[in-house]
């Protein structure tokens, strides 16, 4: 049963850091890529990050290039998002998702994601 699960959430302060993984069981090879969601309260979700195959083509929203960093290890079958320098306006349920590719060019879209994780909640806060 193909399943993904997310963990590393929670509370931090604003200029802090945490860093999510999503971790990847049932499904045998590595063809899919990654790509990191989020949904703050009251409004629509909205793709973060993604990440190919072979980690060759990642991409980010404006909001986050620069502080967040999507990275995978195949062999663990795992992918993460460091978020770094977080702000208020990261809080929300962030959730990762596979699709068959990363657009590379732009944050991901969420049409192209089949199947998702349950979310993981990160909130920022002093």
């Known amino acids: 049963q193909l399943q993904l699960v997310e963990s590393g959430g929670g509370l931090v302060q604003p200029g802090g850091s945490l860093k999510l993984s999503c971790a990847q069981s049932?499904?045998?090879?590595?063809?899919?890529?990654i790509g990191w969601f989020r949904q703050a309260p009251g409004k629509e979700r909205e793709g973060v990050s993604c990440?190919?195959?072979?980690?060759?083509?990642?991409s980010y929203s404006d909001s986050v290039k620069g502080r967040f960093t999507i990275s995978r290890d195949n062999r663990e079958k795992r992918a993460y998002l460091q978020m770094n320098n977080l702000k208020p306006e990261d809080t929300g349920v962030y959730y990762c998702?596979?699709?068959?590719?990363?657009?590379?060019?732009?944050?991901?879209?969420?049409?192209?994601?089949?199947?998702w994780g349950q979310g993981t909640q990160v909130t920022v806060s002093s």
């Open positions: 998702a596979m699709a068959p590719y990363c657009r590379g060019n732009v944050a991901p879209v969420e049409s192209d994601y089949d199947f």
């Open positions: 049932g499904l045998q090879g590595d063809y899919y890529a």
């Open positions: 990440i190919s195959t072979t980690g060759g083509i990642t």
